[in-house]
């Protein structure tokens, strides 16, 4: 069982810089891949960035490639995504889950959710 608190969200300016934070308690943080999820406004859920337990791969969707950079420390049980250049379509709550396997992109293969944080970015 993981128990996952997301932080960091708020109000920001297009072309501002968020740090999401997502904070693990509860069975071994390692065995976990990480994802981050977006619910925007009206939208269904989506596949935003993923990092693997060993932090040797990463993966992102293609509307954040180059702006998105997810990281983890396994010592202090935490994942962050770093957004910079946000954009209003970038306008969610953004959600991080983790699943025992790698490679899943579809919320069906993540077990463990969080209760999200909302991200609003202004035009």
């Known amino acids: 069982q993981v128990r996952l608190v997301e932080s960091g969200g708020g109000l920001v300016q297009a072309g501002g810089s968020l740090t999401l934070s997502c904070a693990a308690s509860?069975?071994?943080?390692?065995?976990?891949?990480v994802a981050w999820f977006r619910q925007g406004p009206g939208k269904e859920r989506e596949f935003v960035a993923a990092?693997?337990?060993?932090?040797?791969?990463?993966y992102y969707t293609d509307s954040v490639k180059g702006r998105f950079t997810a990281s983890r420390d396994n010592a202090k049980s935490m994942v962050e995504l770093q957004m910079n250049s946000l954009k209003p379509e970038d306008t969610g709550i953004y959600y991080c889950?983790?699943?025992?396997?790698?490679?899943?992109?579809?919320?069906?293969?993540?077990?463990?959710w969080g209760q999200g944080t909302q991200v609003t970015v202004s035009s």
């Open positions: 889950a983790a699943s025992e396997f790698w490679g899943s992109r579809r919320s069906e293969g993540f077990k463990f």
């Open positions: 509860g069975d071994a943080f390692t065995n976990y891949a």
């Open positions: 990092i693997s337990w060993n932090i040797q791969y990463t």
